[in-house]
């Protein structure tokens, strides 16, 4: 999942959201991190359950293996994280009864306000986020390509990325189902998570 997949995980748990969203900053043994307000320390946690169990998941590695049979080798589930995050904005009526705008205010709210506990890599990251609206690029065909090749330019080595979203249009019906079907098992499985790991 990317940004907006991991927000959408946290969305009834809002004080998860700062340190979910930033989680990728944090590297390393989570020891590390025990200054952090117990707030934005599960929120990290959250985090890396949501990575794990996406990682892991046999749909999302059918995802992938559609992407590979394409010819994408080193980005093939890159590509199906930032593209997941296309399918859960295309479908936000599916999702949520607030409308995709409310969500973002909701997300900007609650990382404005822990700015001072997130990584500077972050809160650098997050001003470019923010400025140039990324997360409402995602639901149009146009705004992904625009993120693939911003991706693309930030791995530093030779990728396909450029390519996975035409390889999605093509193979979309087979992708959503998997798409679906992952969205209904990580929801599930995350609020246990959140209820049995971090009340």
Same mark, same amino acid.
């Given at each position: 999942?990317?940004?907006?997949?991991?927000?959408?995980?946290?969305?009834?748990?809002?004080?998860?959201?700062?340190?979910?969203?930033?989680?990728?900053?944090?590297?390393?043994?989570?020891?590390?991190?025990?200054?952090?307000p117990s707030h934005i320390l599960n929120g990290v946690k959250l985090h890396r359950?949501?990575?794990?169990?996406?990682?892991?998941?046999?749909?999302?590695?059918?995802?992938?293996?559609?992407?590979?049979?394409?010819?994408?080798?080193?980005?093939?589930?890159?590509?199906?994280?930032?593209?997941?995050?296309?399918?859960?904005?295309?479908?936000?009526?599916?999702?949520?009864?607030?409308?995709?705008?409310?969500?973002?205010?909701?997300?900007?709210?609650?990382?404005?306000?822990n700015l001072m506990y997130l990584e500077e890599d972050f809160?650098? +990251?997050?001003?470019?986020?923010?400025?140039? !609206?990324?997360?409402?690029? =995602?639901? #149009? %065909?146009?705004?992904?390509?625009?993120? @693939?090749?911003?991706?693309?330019?930030? +791995?530093?080595?030779?990728?396909?990325?450029? !390519?996975?979203?035409?390889? =999605?249009? #093509? %193979?979309?019906?087979?992708?959503?189902? @998997?798409?679906?079907?992952?969205?209904?098992?990580?929801?599930?499985?995350?609020?246990?998570?959140?209820?049995?790991?971090?009340?």
């Amino acid at each position: 999942m990317n940004f907006v997949g991991h927000a959408y995980i946290a969305r009834n748990n809002p004080t998860l959201i700062a340190g979910n969203f930033a989680g990728d900053s944090y590297k390393g043994n989570l020891d590390k991190f025990i200054f952090l307000p117990s707030h934005i320390l599960n929120g990290v946690k959250l985090h890396r359950y949501i990575d794990n169990y996406t990682d892991t998941s046999p749909l999302i590695k059918s995802v992938g293996k559609i992407f590979q049979n394409e010819g994408v080798t080193k980005v093939a589930y890159i590509a199906s994280d930032i593209i997941l995050d296309h399918y859960i904005t295309k479908n936000w009526s599916d999702y949520s009864t607030k409308s995709f705008p409310e969500f973002v205010d909701i997300i900007y709210a609650q990382t404005d306000q822990n700015l001072m506990y997130l990584e500077e890599d972050f809160c650098f +990251l997050y001003e470019r986020l923010k400025a140039q !609206k990324w997360l409402f690029q =995602y639901d #149009t %065909e146009e705004g992904i390509n625009r993120i @693939l090749w911003q991706y693309s330019r930030r +791995l530093g080595f030779d990728n396909d990325l450029l !390519k996975c979203m035409s390889i =999605y249009v #093509t %193979e979309k019906a087979k992708i959503d189902d @998997l798409y679906t079907d992952f969205m209904a098992s990580i929801v599930e499985n995350s609020n246990k998570f959140i209820q049995d790991s971090l009340k």
